[in-house]
């Protein structure tokens, strides 16, 4: 996906958006470093859903670069797990968040989508209200994005 220019080119614009001096770039927001880097023993590398050491739910950065314990977990994909081609673009999504040193979170990411479209945050017409749902819609508006430019 990232050898595509327009994946690549959506994927640092975006980051220069929501980089900041408190919250900087990891490797200079280059993602297949920052992978890596997540996965190297100086990190939490990956984990499955369900997996020792997974948190209940599905798809998450956990931790930060900052406090070296950066984690990726990803659900359980069916019908066909581990290698699935399902796993690549949530591999990626979590990796844009572990971008910054301490994590860029679904409301800055979808602010520096709406930023660049000129659309509201929205997701099947519900819009952040300041409820627990937020988190879901900021995810849902920002990763559609990144799906129309990342194939
Ligand atoms: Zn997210």
Redesign the pocket.
Known sequence: MLKDEECAGFIKDLLGRVATDQNPLVEGGDILKIYDLINSSKQGGMVRAGAPGSVAGA???LGTIATHNARIQIGVTIPSPATAAGDAPIGL??T??HAGQHVY??SD?AKGVSGKTHTPIEWQGRRPTGGPDD?FI??QY??AELKKHCK
Do not use: Q, V
């Open positions: 798809n998450y950065a999504h979590e844009i968040h979170f679904d990411l988190r900021y995810s920002w990763n």
